[in-house]
């Protein structure tokens, strides 16, 4: 998928649904130079993966942004991320702004990837995410990082990621007004 730019959608799930995005449920291939703005995705159930960009990701996102975009789940484990909310490969040049995340108690949300998947590793390089509100096992980057490797972020509030950091590792410079606490 390359030069799609979407505003003002909205996806609201069944209680079944298991991937739900924006612009992907599942990317398997490259998302380049997109967008999604002024959206929302609500689930009433148990959703598992959500992400304004690829609810689920094996490939690549690069050169893409969120912005305004609210994610409201009602019960089970999720993941939900400002870009992707369950994510391996590679991920670079991308930004989340001002999203909105509601969640429950066993949710992993960050402010680009939810949770890294934990066989496929990810890469994710030279990233922003500002947020305006968040919720529990919150990450500024990453909820949950599994088999990631982190270079090159900026965060404006809270720890790159929370929780499970096996095998992970922040490399290069992360910018933030708040101290890294790991």
């Known amino acids: 998928i390359r030069n799609l730019h979407i505003s003002d959608a909205e996806s609201v799930s069944s ?9 992907s449920g599942t990317n398997r291939g490259t998302i380049i130079n997109c967008s999604v703005t002024n959206s929302s995705i609500t ?6 993966n959500q992400g304004p960009i ?17 994610i409201k789940i009602g019960s089970g484990e999720c993941r939900i991320g400002g870009i992707a909310g369950y994510a391996g490969g590679n ?15 066993s949710s992993f949300s960050g402010g680009i990837v939810g949770q890294s998947i934990t066989n496929i590793p990810l890469t994710l390089s030279n990233c922003y995410a500002y947020h305006s509100s968040t919720y529990n096992n919150f990450g500024a980057i990453i909820g949950w990082a599994t088999k990631a490797t982190i270079n090159y972020v900026y965060y404006n509030n809270g720890k790159i990621w929370t929780l499970n950091t096996n095998n992970s590792s922040v490399t290069g410079e992360q910018y933030t007004n708040r101290s890294i606490n790991g």
Request: glycine share 6%.
């Open 15 to 23: 209680p079944t649904c298991n991937r739900i995005g924006i612009l």
């Open 54 to 70: 690829s609810a689920y990701s094996t490939g690549t996102i690069a050169n893409c942004y969120t912005n305004a975009c609210k």
């Open 91 to 105: 991920l670079f040049n991308c930004y989340a702004y001002k999203n909105s995340y509601t969640t429950h108690s």
């Open 43 to 48: 689930s009433t159930g148990n959703l598992k």
